[in-house]
């Protein structure tokens, strides 16, 4: 048991129950067979689980077992649900590359929770339930065909490792939904962000330098995601505005500086937490925040990756803006 859920090793059908019951009663198939109206085959399939028990038959069972009509439903879809997880994971082990092809930071920071059940881990079950995708074909459509315009208007097929950014780009879905946001909409965001420019200026010029006490955390970190006062602060003023700013473990193999998208309707600018220099992170913080100021909503920017339909007329804007912004900070560019 964990929590209220059982993890499910194995499930018999509920046609070995009835049997049992069957021979507790002292009836045979036949016997059965007789007084629910059917033939002894079609009995037998449902005594060897290759027929379910519908409702109907569930009330038949009731009526002559004096067992509860509901339970036979609900052992048949325990059941059902048995069969049909291990399909799945069958499916999987087919397709082991595709397990193998996501970065073991996943597991050392357990961003892929492991359950008790060692089989849905090993099978690749925990890492669809990460990624909220049903199998990886679904996966593949969604982070590299681009075929769900609505959410992607980029497609990570031509990253190096589409496996990592993915991850990186899901842990701030996560992240964002343990916490949720008011949604102010797009012209709020901008009018809040306008006036709101000049405090986050002077925030910036305020915190230039990383503090020295704090110590650099490497890829490998366990831990969740580490941030200092200039993080939280940068993320309480954002926040104000109609913004969520994320710092997110890095992954290694796809070192990606930061991300703009608009996630469940509030502006995302998910950035890195490994940078070696304040002023590479304010930077890069300025660049993703012009996308908000400027740029629309059904998109989604990632800085320092070359990726499928990338605009550099945007790109351009956003490192003009943050050029600005750094010299306002008092930021040698």
């Known amino acids: ?17 009835l049997a049992e019951k ?6 045979d198939a036949n016997d059965l067979a007789a007084r629910m109206g059917y033939t002894p085959k079609a009995v037998n399939d449902i005594l060897q689980g290759n027929s379910r028990i519908t409702p109907d038959v569930a009330i038949m069972l009731e009526v002559i077992t004096e067992i509860p009509a509901d339970y036979w439903l609900r052992r048949q879809m325990s059941h059902d649900e048995f069969l049909s997880r291990e399909r799945v994971k069958a499916s999987l082990s087919d397709q082991p590359l595709w397990r193998k092809s996501f970065p073991e930071e996943l597991g050392v920071r357990d961003w892929v929770r492991r359950g008790k059940n060692e089989a849905d881990d090993k099978s690749g079950l925990s890492l669809l339930k990460f990624f909220a995708v049903a199998s990886p074909q679904a996966w593949d459509s969604y982070y590299k065909d681009a075929r769900l315009k609505v959410a992607f208007r980029i497609s990570l097929a031509d990253v190096k490792d589409p496996y990592a950014m993915s991850a990186w780009i899901r842990r701030g879905e996560i992240l964002s939904d343990q916490d949720p946001m008011e949604k102010l909409g797009q012209p709020a965001v901008r009018k809040n962000l306008k006036a709101a420019l000049p405090e986050i200026i002077a925030f910036a010029a305020a915190n230039k330098v990383r503090p020295k006490s704090k110590k650099r955390i490497t890829y490998w970190t366990p831990e969740a995601e580490v941030v200092d006062d200039c993080m939280t ?4 003023l954002c926040r104000k505005i109609g913004i969520r700013v994320l710092f997110v473990q890095n992954i ?3 070192p990606v500086h930061g991300m ?6 509030v502006p995302l600018i998910q950035l890195h937490d490994r940078f070696e220099k304040r002023a590479t992170m304010w930077f890069t913080f300025f ?6 100021l400027y740029h629309g909503k059904k998109g989604i920017c990632l800085q ?3 990726i499928t339909h990338n605009y550099p007329e945007k790109e351009d804007e956003a490192n003009a803006f943050a050029q600005k912004c750094m010299v306002d900070a008092g930021f040698k560019v």
């Open 233 to 236: 602060g940068l993320q309480a």
């Open 287 to 292: 660049h993703e925040l012009a996308h908000v």
């Open 260 to 265: 703009y998208r608009w996630y469940k309707d």
């Open 22 to 27: 069957l021979e507790e009663m002292g009836l």
């Open 1 to 17: 048991m964990n929590g209220n859920k059982i993890e499910l090793w194995h499930v018999p059908s509920p046609g070995s129950e």
């Open 304 to 306: 320092n990756i070359e």
């Open 252 to 254: 290694k193999s796809s």
